[in-house]
């Protein structure tokens, strides 16, 4: 019944994961445009002005390039990530949810190392939201009965 579980549990992290990662991507991108913030940066523009976005077009097409990078890149760290959080359901027969958190961080930095991106100075920003991805991912999995209820 485990490799049942960790055969789920490591798809859904590896196809869900990164599409919910490109999800966030595409909402950051105009918020960090806004804000003149990384990777973003303009040193010719003040933060939080208006003037900073583009028009409807060019933003769309900015936020769908963020989306579909995050979607590309994500699935090492994911895959990473299930490991981990199968390595530990193979073993305990459970997965706590800041477990899969940390995994979700773990996972990220090494995929960091291994592919790294132009990130300015929010690395730990993205990896706290990779370690949220996750730990939602092994919620979503409990409340659907592929992951066991922890104690």
Partial sequence: MNTQRALW???FFTLVGPFVAGL???????????ANAAPFTAGDHAPFDPS?????AG????????????????????????????????????????LA??????????AYVVA???????????????GLVAALLSRFLVKINVLPQPD
């Fill in 116 to 130: 790294p991106f132009a990130t300015g100075s929010l690395l730990s920003l993205f990896g706290l939201a990779a």
């Fill in 59 to 98: 933003l769309m097409q900015v936020m769908v390039q963020a989306a579909v990078r995050t979607f590309v890149w994500a699935p090492i760290a994911a895959a990473i990530a299930a490991i981990v959080v199968i390595g530990v359901l193979l073993t305990r027969g459970e997965v706590h949810w800041a």
């Fill in 9 to 11: 549990t490591f798809l």
């Fill in 52 to 56: 900073n976005l583009p028009d409807s």
């Fill in 24 to 34: 966030l991507a595409a909402l950051y991108t105009p918020l960090a445009i806004w």
């Fill in 101 to 110: 958190g940390a995994a979700g961080v773990v996972g990220f930095f090494f």
